[in-house]
């Protein structure tokens, strides 16, 4: 293993660098040949313990594991690769960004050998972690190694390295975090004996901004099992209706799979996405600019929020299948979900706390289950469970729910509410998912007349299923009008 360290400041800025590679392993003819080397690179700097303090801190760790030894006839096998773990912890008094790369060996060639194994590829982990008061970034890459492949002979290729990847970062103007993991290649084999198997791999995000700015989280994996998770925070600096608001987004690897998730407080909600498998997209108090545009392209939403309502937030909720499964498994579930921390006091006065369910978007066909749920204070309000894609379909069309008083003494009238909303998605195809979009948020008192109110009793005698005969439902409100508007029926 070599290991170098090196640091420079230009204009005021401190970059750092940290570099370790591990030595390839030795060729064999008649024994087993060498194992690549291992390779581990951590670095870690804070620069608030400088009395001079940087306007910005840089920083890479990089290990690249070593190619496993070659067998070069006779009996025995393969090096393995040389495992590869690199570490960025880095603190700074300003704008921080930490950066990880893990490069896992390769395994040994095989090269005209009547009956060797190849090596399998190194393992590879990466971590991040960005710690500063301004834009902050984290991204770590890790990538096992490929296992060795049989030039000649009859020999048995190698598994290729498992992978995984860790980022975290908090900031004050932005925090983006991202982290990838590529499980290694399985090594090709001769004679129609099978390849070796690709590695697995795991890739967690999470990012946390502490001035209500965006907070940005993206989880990319491939391999051929494994896990990804893509979790965002978002907290004011100073007292506010929103308290903190949290997006988290998960699922299953067997192929390839991102997970995205993103939270702000106040601005603009970001664009609609249907390409990952798992999505969280919380905008929490919302600008004016994007409530207006839900308003005018949702009529009965717009109804039930009214004249000038209180917000608390526009969010994106969905998931999918993986790209591709290697093998593809039978079915795959993603988790996405936004917590969010309402202070009541900061509200005018309190009224209603209403939902709205829209733009909702099937993608593929091989989606074969939905579930949606919605909890304030712990309490479960809405239970939907959906039975085809269809069915989701309608529920996120233009649908308003009243959830119950907010006032004072109600169950949901303490000085502070606590909402989630969570969606579940099993598919069983790739490239098959479903999204859709809520708002939420108190209206003002309207002041309903006769014929108004008997509308709003006469609804009450709908079950909210809203999707007919697929869909099993179970909407448990505060109050006996679950629904304001009626449902609709729409081409599946």
Known sequence: MTNAVTGSTDGGSLALTQNAAGGAGGGSYLAIAGAGGEATSNLTFDDTKNTAQSASVIGQAEADGGVGGEKDRGYGASGTGGNATASSVLT?????????????????????????????????????????VGQVSANASANGGAGGSVVAGNGTGGAGGSASAASTASGDLSAIANATANGGAGGQSQAGLPAGTTGSATATATAHNGAGALASATALA??????????????????????????????????????????????????????????????????????????AANANIATAFGASPSFFAIGELGGGYSSYGQPAPASETTTSSIVETVDLTKLASRQQLVAGFYDGDVVGAGVTGVTFDLYADGADLIHQTFATAAAALTWFTDN??????????QPLGGNTLT???????????????????????????????PSHQKFIEAMSGFGATGGGAAVAADTRHNRVAPMLVAPHTYLA
């Open 419 to 449: 909402l989630q909303a969570v969606l579940t998605v099993t598919s069983t195809s790739a490239g098959s998912g479903f999204y859709g979009d809520l708002i939420i948020g108190d209206p003002p008192t309207q002041s309903a007349s």
């Open 222 to 295: 491939d391999g051929a099992s494994g896990a990804f998770t893509a979790s965002a925070a978002s907290t004011p600096a100073t007292s506010q209706l929103i308290e903190t608001v949290l997006a988290t987004a998960s699922g299953v690897v067997a192929g390839s799979s991102i997970g995205q998730a993103q939270a702000v407080v106040g601005g603009a909600a970001p664009a609609f996405a249907t390409t990952q498998q798992g999505v969280a997209f919380a905008t929490a108090a919302p600008n004016a600019a994007s409530t207006s545009a839900v308003l």
């Open 92 to 132: 700074g008094a300003s704008s921080v960004e930490a950066n990880a790369i893990a490069d896992g060996g390769g395994g040994g060639l095989v090269i005209d050998s009547p009956n060797a194994a190849a090596g399998a590829g190194g393992t590879a982990s990466a971590t991040s972690s960005a710690l500063g």
């Open 400 to 409: 308003a729910v009243d959830l119950g008083s907010l006032a004072a003494g």
